[in-house]
């Protein structure tokens, strides 16, 4: 058989293994082989490679664009020094994704404009480039697409959707009140997520509040004791004295409604 039979089956080959990078390189590859004379060993692991690269890139493209993060926001980006009361250590711990491989939470809070959607896109950032499925989302989009769902007799669909990604970001709580049915629904994905993949939430209202978010304690605690059970809270506004206030908050509607003690893992 001629070289040129031989290369056109074996561009034949890699074309019907959907090998294309390998395939788009090797005529060059094999014209630097003549020049350079690598082993065989080296030469087929410099073509694999090729392909491996091209397929990792595919697939960072599709959990990139499957996450809908709305803006490229990185914490390199984040000016710590802005934030002198942010508790940075925690934000680099989050950062190293262990989280999100032992399914806990991250709750960021703090007023408009400090960077909470910043730090919570960066986080995602991360985890899609670390290979982790990402989601993001506003709160008042999910509760509206799980509630059309449920009217369309798609709810099963629906909360499938929500359970899969392995971190799930949802922005904004707390920006529109949210009616008993919608808190339900909320409540809902929490729980179906809980221990089994990560929520990382951002809100403008202390937990203190959350009674007036959902227009209903009951809920409130519910979805809290929830988020809550293993998660890192990151007050944004950073003031050491407001974190207080939230953690006795916590405390003191845990037991209410749980009958559990606070967590050990809340910081
Ligand atoms: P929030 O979600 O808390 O309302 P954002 O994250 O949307 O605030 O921040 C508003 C804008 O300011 C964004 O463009 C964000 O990138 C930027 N920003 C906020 N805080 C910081 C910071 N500490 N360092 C760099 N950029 C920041
Ligand atoms: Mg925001």
Redesign the pocket.
Known sequence: MGADTIYQQLRGHLAYLKLAAAADALAPALEAAEREKPGYTQFLHDLLATEVAASEQRRLDGRMRFSRLPAH?TLE???FT??PTLDRRLVEDLATLRFVEEKANCLLI?P???????LAIALGLKAVHAGYRVYYTTAADLVARTSRAAMDGRWANTMRFWAGPQLLIVDELGYLPMPGEAASHLFQVISRRYEHGSIVL?TNRGIADWGQIFEDTTVATAVLDRLLHHASVLS?TGDSYRMRRHRNAIAALRPAITGRPQGEEFP
């Open positions: 926001k980006q984040f000016d802005a934030q703090g408009p404009g400090v960077g909470k959607t910043h951002t944004v």
